[in-house]
């Protein structure tokens, strides 16, 4: 296991995608295999298996929290504002999930108010 914090993060994802296949509605290994894609940069793969996990398990707030900066990330904020709500209505007092939703609005308008003062 102490692969995983190590930069062995190849190993972290095959040892994560042994535990799935041993036991396919195992919600750790799911969400560690999206942590590990997300660090190494694969984010197509890491919104998948974040989906998957959020299937098995959709009230765990850290997961609903963490899964927004994947959309944010691949330009879909619609779906990371959808995000952070399922995780505000989890966890309504997570502090870590009103500051991030608070930031993608804030940035959001920044590009918006951008875009307006450009013109047509």
């Known amino acids: 296991m102490r692969c995983f914090g190590k930069g062995r993060i190849d190993d972290a994802i095959d040892h994560y995608q042994k535990a799935m296949m041993a036991r396919a ?4 290994a799911r969400y560690g295999l999206c942590q ?4 190494k940069g694969e984010l197509d793969s890491a ?10 398990w959709p009230l765990d707030a850290d997961c609903q929290r963490r899964w927004p ?3 944010e990330e691949k330009g879909e904020p619609a779906e990371a504002i959808e995000h952070y709500e399922k ?7 997570s ?9 993608l ?3 959001l308008s920044r ?6 003062s450009e013109g047509p």
Not at 87 to 93: G, S
Not at 95 to 103: G, H, M
Not at 111 to 116: F, M, S, T, V
Request: hydrophobic share 50%; charged share 15%; glycine share 0%.
């Open 25 to 28: 509605d195992h919600f750790l």
């Open 36 to 39: 590990r894609y997300w660090r």
């Open 47 to 56: 919104i998948q298996v974040c989906r998957s996990a959020l299937v098995l």
């Open 69 to 71: 900066s994947r959309s």
């Open 87 to 93: 995780a505000l209505e989890v966890a309504p007092r």
């Open 95 to 103: 502090i870590s999930t009103l500051t991030n939703l608070a930031w």
């Open 105 to 107: 609005l804030c940035h």
């Open 111 to 116: 590009r918006l108010i951008a875009q307006w």
